[in-house]
């Protein structure tokens, strides 16, 4: 389903150059969980942006079905990031004047998607906060918003920036539970991690070191 073959990336700050990415290939398959760990700089962030269409690399391909993302017309891209890919970040990233029940709606498109709003608001237990802005929201319920708009409507891939960062011990559990059931119907998640302990929760561990890829092992059976 998704492939990224020989990516590289650089940055510039002055006279400095640092390489986030260095010829990284992966291949994600349908249904699959897979972990990416690694210390601070080491090219997680820079890798699933890259893969869901938010950073052009310098060289290499990423390729969704076949098809390179980066190598279509700006429609194609436009697409994959609003149809196919769901995002969740560290720091969330919701509207501060919009309220949680319009934070989702944001990221609907078909109507069977605005109605069933409140069904996962109630099952995220946010029903009663549907008209909250987010800074009456705890860090948690802020998350699990963000959750909720990242998967409304039905992306095959979910790709998630440290969404347990930020929370503590009982809500990440709760976050962490959410994606794995997302996982269980079909969903697609890659996830990036600097805790190697959620890597328990994937089917595979990927490890980077340097913007390298060190490790890459399954820790159970991948789907076919």
């Known amino acids: 389903m998704l492939e990224v073959r020989n990516i590289s990336k650089k940055?510039?700050?002055g006279p400095d150059e640092f390489t986030a990415l260095d010829s990284v290939s992966l291949r994600i398959g349908k249904g699959?969980?897979?972990?990416i760990t690694g210390a601070s700089g080491s090219g997680k962030s820079t890798l699933l942006y890259t893969v869901g269409?938010?950073?052009r690399p310098d060289s290499g391909e990423v390729l969704f079905d076949g098809a390179g993302i980066y190598d279509q017309k700006?429609?194609?891209l436009n697409r994959y990031r609003k149809r196919d890919v769901g995002f969740m970040f560290q720091q969330f990233h919701l509207?501060?004047?919009?309220t949680v029940y319009e934070n989702i709606r944001l990221a609907c498109y078909e109507k069977h998607q605005f109605d069933r709003?409140?069904?996962?608001?109630?099952?995220?237990?946010?029903k009663g906060l549907k008209r909250k802005y987010p800074s009456e929201l705890s860090v948690g319920e802020k998350q699990r918003t963000a959750f909720i708009r990242a998967i409304i409507a039905d992306p095959v891939l979910l790709l998630a920036d440290e969404p347990t960062g930020n929370l503590d011990p009982e809500n990440s559990n709760i976050l962490m539970l959410m994606i794995e059931e997302y996982n269980r119907n079909g969903g697609t998640v890659l996830l990036v991690s600097h805790d190697p302990d959620l890597a328990k929760n994937?089917?595979?561990?990927?490890?980077l070191q340097s913007g390298k890829?060190?490790?890459?092992a399954a820790l159970q059976t991948e789907p076919e």
């Open 11 to 13: 940055y510039k700050k």
């Open 53 to 55: 269409g938010l950073i």
């Open 95 to 98: 509207m501060p004047y919009l």
């Open 74 to 76: 700006p429609e194609f």
């Open 202 to 207: 994937a089917g595979r561990s990927i490890t």
């Open 213 to 216: 890829i060190i490790d890459a």
């Open 32 to 35: 699959e969980f897979a972990v």
């Open 117 to 126: 709003i409140d069904q996962y608001l109630d099952k995220c237990s946010l």
